[in-house]
Structures are given as structure tokens and as C-alpha cells.
């Protein structure tokens, strides 16, 4: 039987192609390599470039693809495959979000990009908050969904048991279809009906290079001493699902109020952790007015 994932991803590539947007792979250093989908024909001076960082389920083009496609006339859209995702990966040992935003930002630097909004979900929110703090003469303002700039233990011990799991591994890192659809259940407000043989084809295609995401997840958690806000230059734009059981929106009000008078904060009603996923229209209209306000 045809996996349904594997079918789609080749037609969502070639849309992607035909509308202007390229793979390009681009060695970072020997032994690293990262898949960036990037303008074939970018604006010459990388006015309203936007760089898309996924989180830790799928990679760039699969968790982007509708507000891709829809602010792609605009702007350029640049959406890496983060390290262990998509086609990208590294034989260093080192498995820091310091280590991979440092990637990220030697392979925009490398496609000629020296000026963007950062848009990322989750884990990739949290890499956008670092490229921020590392890079501020990159980075311009940060659109950050569902994420926190850092995952601190307490904070961990906390979100994973809202959502029932011991460990980020055994919920980000499914072992069955079972298992992975009861991931999606914790991420959304609520699941809709979706045949189970969906979560069978997720399950063969979407988590390929275990043990290194494993030690991602690991290194992503780091002592409550340890972590001390940055005072970003940027402007910070949150977006939210309401019912995030995740991240609960508490925790976005208590960022909002810390980052003070530089942040902004927008919640999507009926929407889990996975709000752009869940009601994307009502997402890219928030990031829309975002980015025209930037």
C-alpha cells in the first residue's frame, strides 16, 4: 500500500519549485550539511526576507507550507530542514541549540541573506530566540509561535506532566502509530477525525535519525540556574494557541510581561500548540498584519 506522506511530499515540492522556491544544499562545514528551500531568484537587497524554522515534528516545508504559499509573492521565504530533519545532518557530536543556531546562520549568511524576520514554531522558536540573541545585526524582529527562548528543568518537569509524558523523547519520538496520534491529540485543541492508517504512514517517514534527535531533546533542557533572559534588540511578536497544553498561554503572558513594551502577544481561539497547523488561515492572517507592521 502507498504511503500517503511519501505520495504528497513530491507534489508539494514541485508546487513549491514552480512558485519559485528551491532546495539548495549547502555545506556548513565539512561533514554538515543543511537543505535550506530558498528564493531562486532573490531581491537584491533582501528587503522583507522571512527565514522559517519548524519544530521538532517534520521538516521546513511540511510544517510551512501554508504560510509559505501565501506570503511568497512578497516576500522572500527562506525554510531550512534543520539539523536531523529533511535532508540535513552533521557528524559532529555536538547537539546545543548554540551549536545549531551558529549552522542556521552560516548557511543564510552562505545563500547571501543579511537581513530577516525570524518565524518560528516550538523548537524552532527556540532557535529563532538564540539567532536573535547571536545574531542581531541578522535578525530584525522575531515571530515566535508556541515557543519559549528556552526550556529550563522546571519548566519540563511541569509541560511534560500537563501532557502526560516522562520524558520529551518518549512524546516527541513516537514508537507507534498509537503513540504518535496521541502526540497530536496533546498539540491540538481538538483532533479531528483522521484514519488511523495516517498516523501508520507519519510514523514510517517523519522520524528517521532517532538517536540524534533524541540528544537534541536532551541538550534542549537546561538548569533553571542557567538561563537568564536576553534583552533582545529586536521587536518580539508572540502568536499562541489558546489551549496550547504544551506551552499553556500562562507562560506566554509571563514572557510578554518580562520582554515588556518590545513584545507583542496574539492568541488563536480553538488552538492547540499546533495552531498553524490547526486553523492556518486564522495563523497567517496574525502573521500577515505582523510582518506589515514590521
Given at each position: 500500500?502507498v504511503n500517503?506522506i511519501?505520495?504528497?511530499k513530491p507534489?508539494?515540492?514541485?508546487?513549491?519549485k514552480?512558485a519559485g522556491?528551491?532546495p539548495?544544499?549547502?555545506?556548513?562545514?565539512?561533514?554538515t550539511v543543511?537543505n535550506?528551500?530558498?528564493?531562486a531568484?532573490?531581491?537584491?537587497?533582501?528587503?522583507?526576507?522571512i527565514?522559517f524554522?519548524?519544530?521538532f515534528v517534520g521538516?521546513?516545508m511540511?510544517t510551512?507550507?501554508?504560510?509559505?504559499?501565501?506570503l511568497?509573492?512578497k516576500?522572500?521565504v527562506?525554510v531550512?530542514?534543520?539539523?536531523f530533519?529533511g535532508?540535513s545532518?552533521?557528524?559532529d557530536?555536538?547537539?546545543t541549540?548554540?551549536f545549531h543556531?551558529?549552522?542556521?546562520a552560516k548557511?543564510l549568511?552562505?545563500?547571501?541573506?543579511q537581513r530577516?524576520t525570524v518565524v518560528?514554531f516550538?523548537?524552532?522558536?527556540?532557535?529563532?530566540f538564540k539567532?536573535?540573541?547571536?545574531?542581531p545585526?541578522?535578525v530584525e524582529?522575531v515571530?515566535?509561535?508556541c515557543a519559549?527562548?528556552?526550556v529550563?528543568?522546571s519548566?519540563?518537569?511541569e509541560?511534560l506532566?500537563?501532557?502526560?509524558?516522562p520524558?520529551?523523547?518518549?512524546?516527541l519520538l513516537?514508537?507507534?502509530?498509537?503513540c504518535?496520534?496521541?502526540?497530536?491529540?496533546?498539540?491540538s485543541?481538538?483532533?479531528?477525525?483522521?484514519?488511523?492508517?495516517?498516523f501508520?504512514?507519519?510514523?514510517?517517514?517523519?522520524f528517521?535519525?532517532?538517536?540524534?534527535?533524541?540528544?537534541?531533546?536532551?541538550?534542549?533542557?537546561?538548569?533553571d540556574?542557567d538561563?537568564t533572559?536576553p534583552?533582545y534588540?529586536q521587536k518580539v511578536?508572540l502568536?499562541?494557541?489558546?489551549?496550547?497544553k504544551?506551552f499553556?498561554v500562562?507562560l506566554a503572558?509571563?514572557?510578554?510581561?518580562k520582554?515588556g513594551?518590545?513584545?507583542?502577544?496574539?492568541?488563536i481561539?480553538k488552538?492547540g500548540?499546533?495552531?498553524l497547523?490547526?486553523?492556518?488561515f486564522?495563523y497567517?492572517?496574525?502573521?500577515?498584519?505582523?510582518?506589515?507592521?514590521?
Amino acid at each position: 500500500m502507498v504511503n500517503i506522506i511519501k505520495l504528497y511530499k513530491p507534489f508539494l515540492q514541485a508546487a513549491m519549485k514552480l512558485a519559485g522556491v528551491t532546495p539548495q544544499k549547502i555545506e556548513i562545514e565539512p561533514g554538515t550539511v543543511m537543505n535550506f528551500w530558498a528564493p531562486a531568484r532573490p531581491r537584491k537587497n533582501n528587503k522583507n526576507a522571512i527565514v522559517f524554522l519548524h519544530g521538532f515534528v517534520g521538516d521546513g516545508m511540511l510544517t510551512w507550507q501554508f504560510p509559505v504559499l501565501a506570503l511568497m509573492r512578497k516576500y522572500d521565504v527562506y525554510v531550512p530542514d534543520l539539523l536531523f530533519f529533511g535532508s540535513s545532518a552533521t557528524g559532529d557530536s555536538r547537539r546545543t541549540v548554540d551549536f545549531h543556531t551558529e549552522c542556521l546562520a552560516k548557511g543564510l549568511a552562505a545563500l547571501g541573506l543579511q537581513r530577516c524576520t525570524v518565524v518560528g514554531f516550538s523548537y524552532g522558536g527556540a532557535m529563532a530566540f538564540k539567532l536573535a540573541e547571536l545574531r542581531p545585526e541578522l535578525v530584525e524582529s522575531v515571530v515566535a509561535t508556541c515557543a519559549m527562548p528556552a526550556v529550563t528543568e522546571s519548566m519540563s518537569k511541569e509541560c511534560l506532566g500537563k501532557v502526560g509524558f516522562p520524558t520529551w523523547s518518549e512524546f516527541l519520538l513516537p514508537n507507534s502509530a498509537r503513540c504518535l496520534k496521541k502526540m497530536f491529540e496533546a498539540g491540538s485543541y481538538q483532533l479531528p477525525r483522521i484514519p488511523f492508517r495516517v498516523f501508520k504512514d507519519g510514523l514510517e517517514v517523519m522520524f528517521d535519525h532517532r538517536k540524534e534527535r533524541a540528544e537534541l531533546l536532551e541538550a534542549m533542557v537546561i538548569p533553571d540556574k542557567d538561563f537568564t533572559l536576553p534583552d533582545y534588540s529586536q521587536k518580539v511578536h508572540l502568536i499562541w494557541g489558546e489551549d496550547d497544553k504544551i506551552f499553556n498561554v500562562g507562560l506566554a503572558k509571563e514572557l510578554k510581561e518580562k520582554l515588556g513594551d518590545k513584545a507583542t502577544l496574539h492568541c488563536i481561539e480553538k488552538a492547540g500548540h499546533i495552531a498553524l497547523m490547526e486553523r492556518p488561515f486564522v495563523y497567517n492572517r496574525y502573521l500577515k498584519r505582523i510582518l506589515a507592521s514590521i
